[in-house]
């Protein structure tokens, strides 16, 4: 993972998508690491008792895997200072999440430079399940 700069950053920029796609037994051991014991993660026909056609991919699971897009373009000095996110519609597993970012604002704040960003989750079929944002705070060049 490369370092990114606050100069080489502009508003409208856009982060390299990244694609999900969550196991079973991923979310099934979410489930367990998060002490997480809702049957709809990891019992299927217990889902379909609450109405879900499939097991639902956690929204704090989501929540991760934004902070991690956001970690992975910022680069190890990036440092994210806020993020929030909306869970809008149902993901599900062995299903293809698609993840991508845009700059929205910049500006320096003394020896950083700060990235606002505006995320977004997509299914297959382009429907957005979490839309988020970040603040992230990125190294000037020789600082």
Same mark, same amino acid.
């Given at each position: 993972?490369?370092?990114?700069?606050?100069e080489?950053? =502009? $508003?409208?920029? $856009?982060?390299?998508?990244? *694609? @999900?796609? !969550?196991s079973? !037994?991923? /979310?099934?051991?979410?489930?367990? !690491?998060?002490?997480?014991?809702h049957? &709809? =993660?990891?019992?299927? +026909?217990? %889902?379909?008792v609450e109405? =879900?056609?499939? *097991?639902?991919? =956690?929204?704090? #699971?989501q929540? !991760?895997? /934004?902070?991690?897009l956001?970690?992975?373009?910022?680069?190890? @000095?990036?440092? *994210? #200072?806020? *993020?929030g996110?909306?869970?809008? %519609?149902?993901?599900?597993?062995?299903?293809d #999440?698609?993840?991508r970012? @845009?700059?929205?604002?910049?500006?320096?704040?003394?020896?950083?430079? &700060?990235?606002?960003? $505006? &995320?977004v +989750?997509?299914?297959?079929?382009?429907?957005?399940?979490?839309?988020?944002? %970040?603040?992230? %705070? /990125?190294? /000037?060049?020789?600082?």
């Amino acid at each position: 993972m490369s370092q990114r700069y606050f100069e080489d950053v =502009h $508003e409208g920029d $856009e982060l390299p998508p990244m *694609v @999900k796609n !969550a196991s079973r !037994a991923q /979310l099934f051991l979410f489930s367990a !690491a998060t002490q997480n014991p809702h049957r &709809i =993660h990891y019992d299927r +026909e217990y %889902a379909a008792v609450e109405g =879900h056609p499939d *097991v639902l991919v =956690h929204g704090p #699971l989501q929540g !991760a895997w /934004l902070s991690q897009l956001v970690t992975d373009w910022a680069g190890p @000095k990036g440092r *994210v #200072l806020n *993020v929030g996110w909306q869970n809008r %519609a149902r993901g599900f597993p062995e299903q293809d #999440l698609t993840w991508r970012g @845009k700059v929205t604002a910049t500006r320096r704040e003394g020896n950083r430079g &700060i990235v606002e960003l $505006e &995320i977004v +989750e997509t299914n297959p079929e382009g429907q957005t399940l979490v839309p988020g944002t %970040a603040t992230v %705070a /990125l190294p /000037l060049r020789g600082s």
